[in-house]
């Protein structure tokens, strides 16, 4: 079993639309939860980081953490054709930095 | 404008050639890391770095080798003794407890 598991995809959704994507973990001693989104061809850019459990909003993107189910989420609201691109969840147990990535999200908003 | 640079974009490399990949930040980051990307399975590290001269293998080391001689640099070597190293090449930065940042990224292909 993989330490951190994501559905490839692809998600495919109308222009508009709240998307959901998630990832499951097994390592209770992740404290640390981010989300990067990744354009073809091109390097990972930080959307999202969070601390611990909770919820942590920024413009249209909402990340939510749940450690006591060890699950964490990404919800896009109004999603846009720009926002097709492959999501990647990552996360580490604090401390010096070693994270450990999920496989990745693709996902693609149709006009 | 801060960042990382990879050079260069695309490389190829003939059978039994060493290669080297080019990292350079000017983020002031102490850590420093190279990832490799294949389709389905995400992001591996190969090796890692704290602080100047010092060095780690990550998860999928063999056939690779890194340097630090400078805060600003981590070059890593795809020497002959890696047997498959058609991939997408990633290096990131970072403080400590802070999300990374990645470089554009290198593809390697051999030929």
């Known amino acids: 079993q993989k330490e951190v598991e994501q559905d490839p995809g692809p998600l495919s959704v109308p222009e508009g639309a709240i998307v959901s994507l998630n990832c499951t973990y097994s390592n209770s001693a992740f404290q640390y939860f981010m989300w990067y989104r990744q354009y073809s061809r091109k390097g990972p850019e930080l959307l999202m980081y969070?601390?611990?459990?909770g919820n942590k909003e920024d413009g249209r993107f909402t990340a939510q953490v749940d450690k006591s189910s060890k699950y964490i989420s990404l919800f896009i609201r109004d999603s846009q054709p720009s926002d097709s691109a492959t999501y990647l969840c990552a996360m580490s147990d604090g401390g010096f930095q070693k994270l450990v990535f999920g496989t990745g999200t693709r996902l693609l908003v149709s006009p | 404008d801060g960042g990382i640079t990879q050079s260069p974009k695309y490389l190829f490399r003939k059978e039994g050639q060493n290669v080297t990949l080019s990292c350079e930040q000017n983020?002031?980051?102490?850590?420093m890391y190279w990832y490799r990307q294949d389709p389905g399975q995400g992001l591996r590290l190969i090796y890692y770095s704290q602080i100047v001269n010092d060095f780690q293998k990550g998860d999928i080391a063999e056939g690779y080798s890194v340097s630090r001689e400078k805060k600003e640099s981590f070059p890593l070597t795809v020497t002959s003794a890696q047997k498959n190293p058609t991939a997408f090449y990633l290096c990131?930065?970072?403080?400590?407890?802070?999300?990374?940042?990645f470089g554009s990224g290198t593809r390697l292909t051999v030929v």
């Open positions: 990131a930065s970072s403080i400590l407890q802070g999300g990374y940042t």
């Open positions: 983020l002031n980051h102490d850590a």
């Open positions: 969070t601390y611990s459990s």
